[in-house]
Nanobody, 119 residues
Framework: QVQLVESGGGSVQPGGSLRLSCLAS????????MGWYRQAPGKQRELVAR???????NYADAVLGRFTISRDNAKNSVYLQMNSLKPVDTAIYYC?????????????WGQGTQVTVSS
């Protein structure tokens, strides 16, 4: 069974930084594009950033220049470095995996990690 386990969430003041991590198990990591999504209270889940198996990246306009997504295929992990955090970044952040080649489950989600930005 595919598992995506997020960590690194927490509470931070505006302007602060956090680094989220997502560890994937039971998948062949290099077959998958990885992404971070977030869902704020009362809002739909939205894409934050995505990184392909070949490490091409794209970002939501709201986080461009502040957040950086990266992956370490040797560690089956994807990261989201979040800088200059704003209260509007407060949300539950979810790790996502979508298979683009090879075999295995088509898609998987993590359980989410809370990020709260408040003074």
């Amino acid at each position: 069974q595919v598992q995506l386990v997020e960590s690194g969430g927490g509470s931070v003041q505006p302007g602060g930084s956090l680094r989220l991590s997502c560890l994937a198990s039971e998948i062949i990591f290099i077959f998958y594009d990885m992404g971070w999504y977030r869902q704020a209270p009362g809002k739909q889940r939205e894409l934050v950033a995505r990184i392909s198996a070949g490490s091409n990246t794209n970002y939501a306009d709201a986080v461009l220049g502040r957040f950086t997504i990266s992956r370490d295929n040797a560690k089956n992990s994807v990261y989201l470095q979040m800088n200059s955090l704003k209260p509007v970044d407060t949300a539950i952040y979810y790790c996502n995996a979508v298979r683009r080649s090879g075999f295995g489950p088509r898609e998987a989600w993590g359980q989410g990690t809370q990020v709260t930005v408040s003074s």
